[in-house]
């Protein structure tokens, strides 16, 4: 088992950035790949970025890319999410995932374990 923790989201004013954390306790984190996604109301949860288990290879959703920066330490179990230039459209609760093994980085289904979530608001 893999316990994550997101935290780090809030309310921000349009073109503000905001830096999420997930925090990964139970199991070995270097050997996990991790994934961001988001999910705003009445909406179905979408990738946002991933990163390999070495951190070595990251992949980034059209509509954050050049935006948002995904990063690891695996020194500290912790995988961070920077996210710049925020949008309203950006709204959402943003969740951490892990899975040892993937067949795809940006289909969620294939994400073993999920944190709760932390709530990003943009204000334009």
């Known amino acids: 088992q893999v316990q994550l923790v997101e935290a780090g989201g809030g309310l921000v004013q349009a073109g503000g950035s905001l830096r999420l954390s997930c925090a990964a306790s139970?199991?070995?984190?270097?050997?996990?790949?991790m994934g961001w996604f988001r999910q705003a109301p009445g909406e179905e949860r979408e990738f946002v970025a991933a990163?390999?288990?070495?951190?070595?290879?990251?992949y980034y959703a059209d509509s954050v890319k050049g935006r948002f920066a995904i990063s690891r330490d695996n020194a500290k179990n912790t995988a961070y999410l920077q996210l710049n230039s925020l949008k309203p459209a950006d709204t959402a609760i943003y969740y951490c995932?892990?899975?040892?093994?993937?067949?795809?980085?940006?289909?969620?289904?294939?994400?073993?374990?999920w944190g709760q979530g932390t709530q990003v608001t943009v204000s334009s």
């Open positions: 139970g199991r070995t984190f270097s050997n996990y790949h």
């Open positions: 990163s390999s288990y070495s951190g070595s290879n990251t």
């Open positions: 995932a892990a899975s040892f093994l993937l067949k795809s980085y940006t289909d969620p289904t294939g994400y073993a374990y």
